[in-house]
């Protein structure tokens, strides 16, 4: 029994991982925008790739963004260190079809000479 319980709680905790990993279905794919801002975090790990920059809109309001990419390993040629929180970012993507400040990054261009067209 205590075999078939294990068992049990394996199954379910890997159905649970497999519908929480959404992919692009949050995003609306019909539609890109650009946003420019400043990095302030970068997370370089699996599943998929995550900046997190604050955006000035014209009254000097700041919004959290948070644009996601890709695993590490299609990146080719990006690091851990790629990305540094004050880096200015032109991020291109579609945006989350929830309204959140949330992109999937199709572009970004950083203050740093990086460029990347991202592969999806």
């Given at each position: ?26 995003f ?55 990305l ?37």
């Amino acid at each position: 029994m205590r075999t078939f319980i294990s068992g049990l709680v394996l199954v379910l905790a890997a159905g649970a991982v497999v519908v929480a990993h959404h992919g692009l279905a949050a995003f609306d794919q019909t539609t890109k925008v650009t946003v420019k801002g400043t990095v302030t975090a970068f997370r370089f790990v699996n599943p998929h790739v995550v900046v997190e920059f604050d955006v000035k809109d014209d009254e000097g309001h700041v919004q959290g963004w948070q644009a996601e990419l890709t695993t590490p390993a299609r990146l080719k040629g990006w690091t851990a260190t790629s990305l540094e929180p004050g880096d200015v970012v032109t991020i291109t993507g579609y945006r989350a079809k929830s309204g959140a400040a949330s992109l999937w990054v199709t572009a970004l261009t950083a203050s740093n000479g990086l460029e990347l067209k991202a592969p999806n």
